[in-house]
């Protein structure tokens, strides 16, 4: 099949945009507002885009109230949304009032920053600190200003689960951290799914006609 977004004609009763473009990381983000208000909420259009200097970014639909208090404070914390987590994510993803403590409401327990003033979620495995850099709003091909906004931050702090470290190396399938598909559906990292990909630096496509390209699964 082939469709053409803005005409909508796919036919299909939901878009299956967003089941093309996944598993997509959830930006669980914890804002502060200039009065002291703390918010937490999941964002599925989320990721880095940057390791060096390390950035992060998440999409909003609408002008929700972590965009708001995120240009309020120029400061973000991103929580890692693990499977054990899975039921605090969903509490956190209503439209509460504002001025809500989410992370109250899904019985949560906060934990200080180090660098910046939002709090982190406590029982998540990693934290992500960061500080604004900028908030853009989209505009689409014909011009037209869209309702999505999308913030940059700068990691400027790190935190980590120890228990999470082995030999060196950060675990990842060990926390199952949790991804949004497309619809209703999620995907969860663990060590049954995870594989490798190793290449030497001598490795080229050019010169290595075998198809061997070190695909190993563990």
């Known amino acids: ?3 053409e977004p803005r005409n909508k004609d796919h036919g299909l009763p939901h878009d299956p945009f967003t089941a093309i473009v996944t598993p997509r990381p959830i930006g669980w983000i914890t804002s502060i507002s200039a009065k002291g208000e703390v918010n937490l909420a999941p964002y599925s259009f989320f990721n880095s885009v940057s390791s060096d200097p390390p950035i992060v970014m998440f999409a909003s639909d609408g002008r929700k109230h972590t965009i708001d208090f995120v240009e309020q404070t120029r400061e973000f914390v991103c929580n890692l949304a693990t499977w054990d987590l899975r039921d605090q994510v969903k509490e956190t993803s209503w439209q509460y009032a504002r001025g809500t403590d989410e992370m109250t409401a899904a019985g949560l327990t906060a934990a ?7 709090p982190r979620v406590a029982a998540s495995p990693c934290a992500l600190e960061c500080r604004l850099l900028e908030i853009l709003q989209l505009t689409d091909l014909d011009g037209r200003p869209s309702p999505r906004f999308i913030a940059f931050g700068q990691v400027v702090g790190v935190h980590i689960d120890d228990r999470y470290l082995k030999d060196g190396l950060l675990d990842t399938a060990a926390m199952r951290p949790i991804a949004r598909a497309g619809y209703q559906e999620y995907f969860v990292s663990t060590s049954e799914t995870r594989f490798t990909l190793r290449f030497a630096k001598t490795d080229r496509p ?3 006609r075998s198809g061997d ?3 190993t699964k563990e």
Not at 112 to 118: A, Q, T
């Open 1 to 3: 099949m082939f469709y």
């Open 112 to 118: 200080p920053s180090r660098l910046v003033k939002p």
């Open 206 to 208: 050019e010169t290595d």
């Open 213 to 215: 390209h070190r695909f």
